[in-house]
């Protein structure tokens, strides 16, 4: 089982970036899925989560209304639109799964991780 991030990379704030996570390995679409980040230093975080048909999602605060995550179950793929990027969204960003239907916010309810893509949000 893989979990493959891509679309990192270094933009100015206020711009924009799309990650994709490419899942292979086995079918992804009846799982929650999630968006991770960790910044140097710091503890891995949450930023987004959504169920396995799309219909729950969850952000928390320091990105509602700026991140989007959604999935296509068809491409077992799913993305996070980050939109508005300040510097301290600066981290690698992690792709997750569960084995679990639901949202959640809680690292250890995720059971398969990519190696995470590298975002860097310059001033």
């Known amino acids: 089982v893989q979990l493959v991030e891509s679309g990192g990379g270094l933009v100015q704030t206020g711009g924009s970036l799309r990650l994709s996570c490419a899942a292979s390995?086995?079918?992804?679409?009846?799982?929650?899925m999630g968006w991770f980040r960790q910044a140097p230093g710091k503890e891995r975080e949450i930023v987004a989560s959504?169920?396995?048909?799309?219909?729950?999602?969850y952000y928390p605060g320091s990105v509602k209304g700026r991140f989007t995550i959604s999935r296509d179950n068809a491409k077992n793929t799913v993305y996070l639109q980050m939109n508005s990027l300040k510097p301290e969204d600066t981290a690698r960003y992690y792709c997750a799964a569960r084995t679990e239907r639901g949202v959640s916010v809680l690292r250890r309810e995720y059971d398969y991780w990519g190696q995470g893509t590298q975002v860097t949000v310059s001033s």
């Open positions: 390995g086995r079918t992804f679409s009846n799982n929650a």
């Open positions: 959504i169920s396995w048909s799309g219909r729950s999602t």
